[in-house]
Nanobody, 129 residues
């Protein structure tokens, strides 16, 4: 059973930073595209960022572009989400998502929930004023 385990969430003031991590024992992690999604209370789960299997391509939601950075360390089977200049509207549960494959990543692929086969339990990020 593949598990994705997020960590690094918490409470931070607006303008602050957090770094989320997602570790896994997934044997084929290094060959899979990965993503981050988030879900705020009363809202649908939404795409945040995605990264190709080799880290060569990244995609971001317009709402986080320029503030968030997704990266990965295949040697450690870990994907990261560095979040800077946090806003109140970034408050949500953040989920790590494991892609079905390592196909050439496109915006359409990254946005589609069906592109991901494994999901973490989520980590809460709360941004306060």
């Amino acid at each position: 059973q593949v598990q994705l385990v997020e960590s690094g969430g918490g409470m931070v003031q607006a303008g602050g930073s957090l770094r989320l991590s997602c570790g896994t024992s997934w044997r084929t992690f290094s060959y899979k595209n990965m993503g981050w999604f988030r879900q705020a209370p009363g809202k649908e789960r939404e795409f945040v960022a995605a990264i190709s299997w080799n880290g060569g391509s990244t995609f971001y939601a317009d709402s986080v572009k320029g503030r968030f950075t997704i990266s990965r360390d295949n040697a450690k089977s870990t994907v990261y989400l560095q979040m800077n200049s946090l806003k109140l509207e970034d408050t949500a549960v953040y989920y790590c998502a494991g892609g079905r494959d390592g196909s050439t990543i496109t915006t359409d692929w990254a946005l589609r929930i069906a592109s991901y086969v494994y999901w973490g339990q989520g980590t809460q990020v709360t941004v306060s004023s």
